[in-house]
Protein backbone atom coordinates (compact mmCIF):
# COMPACT_ATOMS: atom_id res chain seq x y z
CA UNK A 1 0.00 0.00 0.00
CA UNK A 2 2.92 2.05 0.92
CA UNK A 3 4.27 2.19 -2.47
CA UNK A 4 1.55 3.24 -4.17
CA UNK A 5 0.59 6.48 -2.22
CA UNK A 6 4.55 7.95 -2.80
CA UNK A 7 4.83 8.57 -6.07
CA UNK A 8 1.99 9.76 -8.11
CA UNK A 9 1.31 7.47 -11.52
CA UNK A 10 0.03 10.34 -13.55
CA UNK A 11 2.37 12.86 -13.15
CA UNK A 12 4.36 13.00 -10.36
CA UNK A 13 6.46 15.64 -8.78
CA UNK A 14 10.33 15.05 -8.93
CA UNK A 15 13.22 17.57 -8.37
CA UNK A 16 16.37 17.36 -7.18
CA UNK A 17 17.12 19.57 -3.76
CA UNK A 18 19.00 22.87 -4.46
CA UNK A 19 19.25 23.55 -0.35
CA UNK A 20 20.12 21.28 2.44
CA UNK A 21 17.96 20.93 4.95
CA UNK A 22 17.42 19.24 8.72
CA UNK A 23 14.15 17.55 9.23
CA UNK A 24 12.14 15.65 11.61
CA UNK A 25 10.91 12.71 10.03
CA UNK A 26 7.01 11.48 10.63
CA UNK A 27 6.85 7.41 10.26
CA UNK A 28 9.89 7.35 7.95
CA UNK A 29 7.34 8.24 5.08
CA UNK A 30 7.55 12.32 5.50
CA UNK A 31 8.51 15.32 7.39
CA UNK A 32 6.38 17.20 10.04
CA UNK A 33 9.16 19.68 10.14
CA UNK A 34 12.26 21.00 9.27
CA UNK A 35 14.32 24.12 8.19
CA UNK A 36 16.79 24.68 5.04
CA UNK A 37 19.81 25.86 4.83
CA UNK A 38 18.59 29.41 3.74
CA UNK A 39 15.91 29.47 6.85
CA UNK A 40 12.95 28.73 5.50
CA UNK A 41 11.44 26.55 8.06
CA UNK A 42 8.10 24.25 7.72
CA UNK A 43 5.80 22.47 9.61
CA UNK A 44 3.01 19.97 8.79
CA UNK A 45 0.16 19.54 11.07
CA UNK A 46 -2.90 16.90 11.04
CA UNK A 47 -5.97 18.57 10.09
CA UNK A 48 -8.82 16.78 9.75
CA UNK A 49 -10.85 18.31 7.48
CA UNK A 50 -7.59 18.49 4.56
CA UNK A 51 -9.30 18.03 1.61
CA UNK A 52 -6.87 18.38 -1.55
CA UNK A 53 -9.78 17.94 -4.33
CA UNK A 54 -10.05 15.93 -7.33
CA UNK A 55 -6.57 14.84 -8.87
CA UNK A 56 -5.83 17.86 -11.79
CA UNK A 57 -3.16 15.59 -14.12
CA UNK A 58 -1.77 18.99 -15.27
CA UNK A 59 -0.18 19.50 -11.83
CA UNK A 60 2.56 17.41 -10.59
CA UNK A 61 1.53 15.36 -7.68
CA UNK A 62 3.10 15.17 -4.52
CA UNK A 63 2.33 13.09 -1.61
CA UNK A 64 1.21 15.55 1.17
CA UNK A 65 3.39 14.32 3.68
CA UNK A 66 6.46 15.45 1.22
CA UNK A 67 5.11 18.92 0.72
CA UNK A 68 7.25 20.89 3.03
CA UNK A 69 9.93 18.69 2.00
CA UNK A 70 9.67 19.82 -1.15
CA UNK A 71 9.46 23.33 -0.32
CA UNK A 72 12.48 22.70 1.85
CA UNK A 73 14.42 21.56 -1.17
CA UNK A 74 13.50 24.19 -3.51
CA UNK A 75 12.84 27.74 -1.72
CA UNK A 76 14.88 29.94 0.02
CA UNK A 77 11.54 32.06 1.71
CA UNK A 78 8.60 31.93 1.98
CA UNK A 79 6.92 33.40 -1.13
CA UNK A 80 9.61 30.72 -3.12
CA UNK A 81 7.34 28.48 -2.22
CA UNK A 82 3.92 29.34 -2.51
CA UNK A 83 5.10 30.43 -6.22
CA UNK A 84 6.86 26.57 -6.39
CA UNK A 85 3.09 25.31 -4.98
CA UNK A 86 1.05 26.73 -8.38
CA UNK A 87 2.76 23.69 -9.83
CA UNK A 88 2.38 20.67 -7.28
CA UNK A 89 -0.95 19.47 -5.77
CA UNK A 90 -0.40 17.74 -2.78
CA UNK A 91 -2.22 13.84 -2.57
CA UNK A 92 -4.17 11.94 0.23
CA UNK A 93 -1.78 9.23 1.14
CA UNK A 94 -2.44 6.20 3.28
CA UNK A 95 -0.45 5.08 6.09
CA UNK A 96 -1.33 1.92 8.23
CA UNK A 97 -4.95 2.91 7.95
CA UNK A 98 -4.19 6.77 8.83
CA UNK A 99 -4.51 9.61 6.09
CA UNK A 100 -2.27 12.48 5.62
CA UNK A 101 -5.10 15.19 6.02
CA UNK A 102 -2.44 17.86 6.42
CA UNK A 103 -1.95 21.34 6.75
CA UNK A 104 1.56 23.25 6.18
CA UNK A 105 3.02 26.26 8.21
CA UNK A 106 5.71 28.32 6.40
CA UNK A 107 7.95 30.81 8.14
CA UNK A 108 11.74 32.07 6.77
CA UNK A 109 14.91 34.16 7.95
CA UNK A 110 12.95 37.48 6.62
CA UNK A 111 10.48 36.72 9.18
CA UNK A 112 7.86 36.62 6.55
CA UNK A 113 4.87 33.63 7.06
CA UNK A 114 2.46 31.88 5.82
CA UNK A 115 -0.31 28.93 6.41
CA UNK A 116 -1.62 26.80 3.93
CA UNK A 117 -5.02 24.90 4.00
CA UNK A 118 -7.00 22.96 0.97
CA UNK A 119 -10.80 22.30 2.54
CA UNK A 120 -13.61 20.81 0.59
CA UNK A 121 -15.29 23.60 -2.02
CA UNK A 122 -11.63 25.29 -1.76
CA UNK A 123 -8.90 24.88 -4.10
CA UNK A 124 -6.81 26.25 -1.84
CA UNK A 125 -6.10 29.26 1.14
CA UNK A 126 -2.85 30.91 1.30
CA UNK A 127 -3.30 33.14 4.38
CA UNK A 128 0.37 35.08 3.47
CA UNK A 129 2.00 37.83 6.15
CA UNK A 130 4.02 38.02 9.33
CA UNK A 131 0.90 37.72 11.54
CA UNK A 132 0.63 34.35 10.28
CA UNK A 133 2.67 32.30 12.04
CA UNK A 134 1.13 30.20 14.67
CA UNK A 135 -1.75 27.40 14.04
CA UNK A 136 -2.96 23.86 15.84
CA UNK A 137 -4.71 21.03 14.06
CA UNK A 138 -8.13 22.02 14.01
CA UNK A 139 -10.45 23.60 13.17
CA UNK A 140 -9.55 25.18 9.63
CA UNK A 141 -7.32 28.68 10.22
CA UNK A 142 -10.04 31.32 9.36
CA UNK A 143 -12.45 29.61 12.15
CA UNK A 144 -9.09 29.83 13.95
CA UNK A 145 -8.73 33.50 13.73
CA UNK A 146 -12.38 34.17 14.35
CA UNK A 147 -11.65 32.83 17.84
CA UNK A 148 -9.01 34.43 18.66
CA UNK A 149 -10.49 37.83 17.85
CA UNK A 150 -12.70 36.98 20.72
CA UNK A 151 -10.30 37.79 23.07
CA UNK A 152 -8.89 41.13 24.33
CA UNK A 153 -5.54 41.17 25.59
CA UNK A 154 -4.50 44.91 24.68
CA UNK A 155 -4.86 45.25 28.78
CA UNK A 156 -4.51 41.98 29.88
CA UNK A 157 -4.01 41.41 34.21
CA UNK A 158 -4.39 38.49 36.29
CA UNK A 159 -8.18 38.98 36.29
CA UNK A 160 -8.13 38.31 32.10
CA UNK A 161 -9.94 35.31 30.82
CA UNK A 162 -7.80 32.48 28.74
CA UNK A 163 -8.55 29.49 27.09
CA UNK A 164 -6.39 26.61 28.09
CA UNK A 165 -8.08 23.12 27.56
CA UNK A 166 -6.76 20.28 25.07
CA UNK A 167 -9.24 21.64 22.35
CA UNK A 168 -6.73 22.47 19.05
CA UNK A 169 -8.98 26.42 18.85
CA UNK A 170 -7.90 27.07 22.28
CA UNK A 171 -4.23 26.54 21.54
CA UNK A 172 -4.22 29.38 19.19
CA UNK A 173 -4.49 32.33 21.45
CA UNK A 174 -1.17 33.97 21.94
CA UNK A 175 1.23 35.64 18.98
Known amino acids: M ?7 KVNPARWTSKY ?6 ALGVGTAD ?7 AMHLLYFVPA ?18 QYALD ?24 IKAT ?7 AKGDSAIIEYTAGEKKTVYHNRDYHIMTNDPSYDQQLAYRATFNFDNAT ?8 TDGKDRKTGD
Open 51 to 68: DFGERDPKLKGIQGSLWG
Open 158 to 165: RETPIPGN
Open 2 to 8: LADTRID
Open 102 to 108: LHLALDD
Open 20 to 25: GSIVVS
Open 34 to 40: GMNEKGL
Open 74 to 97: NAASVEEAIALFEDIQPLMAEFQG
